[in-house]
């Protein structure tokens, strides 16, 4: 067994290590835990880069399989692989938990477990994006929520523990009609294959359920979307993110809008439309029907928000409900036989959950910024500050002109491609005024940042705020910023660095 089939197991290894050291540096080896933890999540980050300069056409060359369980007619294994869908998420967590490792080096309240909560979510959420057996897919789902769980009753806000049980019961509760939808394939599978043995694989159930009654699999594609869309969140089933966001603590909000929400549309692209292609066109309406509820009313949202960390968790659900559009629009071309939609449409689906990963970790590392250094989030309470902390008020413009899709930045291609594909699928159905609803969206985001903007950085001085205790950001904030406007901007400048790795899946993907 060579290096490179070794990455992917070290992927999900190396932190699961961090995390048991790090837990353990109680005492007065506490104040060595975030310098252990931050080792640990960049030898993860390097791993990562390792895999990402690999040409996409030759990353099979790390896929991983070794039997777990192949007893009593039950095959459950440890197949780990990474493709066009996988890959930018497993950069995108390895990154972000560089940088919430370096920003919350102040971290003082029982900073390791802290840090080896941090660790147990990458664990996870590495586990998630690249495991190909649907058991182990669900353990790591469920691996990721606990710690998350944790972080936001031990570290949160006030209101932690309504937040964090709010948070964990909508999430349990659907994944546990997923993991329903997910045996029900698995034996179905089984039962098509005329086969004893009941085999997890990815690829054994996707083989054998193009084939199953479309009917069954419509049924299970509901079950299946239900999980997924809780965790998204898409509207009416959101609820539970706000109040997750705002509790939270900065580590957390960065972790659970950049990488955690997409596993909701990584589930619906790898399980629903993957394996489930006689759904597709039954369920295309509707997919594309709560993508754009959730749109306008995210955005709508947001106008009446003061907490400025509030305003942006709606604004994710905006987002968010960009790409299930986007998933849909694709559903449609599979349904139609339309392979350049097919592509368009999951091609940019990807795309946006690799963009807002970006924004939404750098608008919510300026949202705890204000917190921490001001002493408040609230809108009203801050006016005039562009004076009084400039490199702050600049990072914080950079972030919301991102988050609004400003041509050059990486928000805009996102957008830019899902309307693309969304005109493609109502232009031959002769709804074309459903096209408004995006622009509309487009429309609100621009309004409520701006005006956000106006209120906290400009006009006139505020004098609610005790300036003595008012500071701008430090080097290590700046820098952990900066990178991310770096990134941001290295994006949006050559997209086709993100959308090289996407394409290839997504050509694949419409031609069968």
Request: some cysteine; proline content about 3%; aromatic content about 14%.
């Amino acid at each position: 067994m060579d290096f490179n089939t070794l990455i992917l197991p070290l992927l999900i290894l190396v932190p699961l290590i961090g995390a048991v050291l790090t837990l353990f540096m109680g005492g007065n080896r506490a104040k060595y835990a975030n310098l252990v933890a931050l080792v640990f999540t960049l030898i993860t980050l390097v791993l990562s880069l390792v895999v990402m300069i690999t040409p996409v056409g030759e990353l099979d060359k790390f896929n991983f399989t070794a039997d777990w369980i192949n007893a009593g007619g039950l095959k459950m294994s440890f197949i780990f692989v990474v493709d066009g869908l996988s890959i930018l998420m497993v950069f995108l967590t390895a990154m972000l938990e560089v940088l919430v490792m370096a920003f919350s080096y102040k971290q003082s309240d029982r900073p390791n477990y802290f840090y080896a909560l941090l660790l147990a979510i990458e664990v996870g959420l590495m586990g998630v994006y690249l495991s190909a057996d649907y058991f182990l897919f669900y353990i790591m789902w469920e691996v990721s929520l606990i710690p998350m769980y944790f972080l936001i009753s031990w570290y949160g806000g006030p209101r932690r523990h309504y937040s964090a049980i709010k948070f964990f019961i909508y999430t349990h509760v659907a994944s546990l009609i997923m993991l329903i939808g997910i045996f029900c394939m698995v034996f179905e599978s089984a039962h098509l294959a005329g086969s004893a043995t009941v085999d997890f694989s990815f690829a054994f159930v996707k083989q054998w359920m193009a084939g199953a009654d479309s009917v069954f699999q419509i049924l299970v594609f509901a079950m299946l979307f239900f999980g997924f869309a809780v965790k998204m969140p898409a509207v009416p089933f959101h609820t539970w993110l706000p109040d997750a966001h705002v509790e939270a603590p900065t580590a957390g909000s960065v972790l659970l809008a950049g990488v955690m929400l997409k596993m909701g549309s990584y589930g619906i692209i790898r399980v629903c439309i993957e394996a489930l292609p006689g759904a597709l066109g039954s369920w295309q309406y509707i997919v594309i029907a709560i993508g754009l509820v959730s749109m306008i009313y995210g955005a709508y949202a947001c106008i009446a928000q003061r907490d400025l960390k509030k305003m942006v968790a709606y604004s994710s659900i905006s987002h968010m409900g960009l790409v299930m559009v986007a998933m849909g629009a694709a559903m449609g071309g599979a349904a139609a036989g339309d392979a350049n939609l097919v592509k368009m449409g999951i091609e940019f689906a990807i795309f946006q959950m690799f963009a807002h990963g970006l924004i939404s970790g750098m608008l919510f590392l300026v949202c705890g910024t204000a917190g921490h250094n001001f002493g408040t989030r609230e809108i009203p309470l801050m006016g005039g500050m562009a004076g009084k902390v400039p490199v702050y008020a600049a990072f914080m413009m950079f972030a919301f002109m991102a988050s609004l899709g400003l041509p050059g930045l990486i928000g805009f291609w996102g957008e830019f491609g899902i309307i693309a594909a969304f005109y493609q699928w109502i232009e031959p159905n002769g709804m074309l005024y459903l096209l408004v609803i995006c622009l509309l969206s487009l429309l609100l985001t621009a309004g409520y940042y701006l005006w956000a903007m106006q209120r906290t950085l400009f006009g006139r001085l505020t004098t609610k705020l005790d300036f003595a205790h008012v500071h701008d950001v430090d080097r290590v904030e700046a820098v952990v910023l900066g990178v991310l406007a770096f990134a941001i901007a290295i994006y949006g400048f050559w997209p086709d660095l993100a959308l090289s790795y996407v394409t290839g899946y997504a050509q694949a993907w419409a031609v069968i």
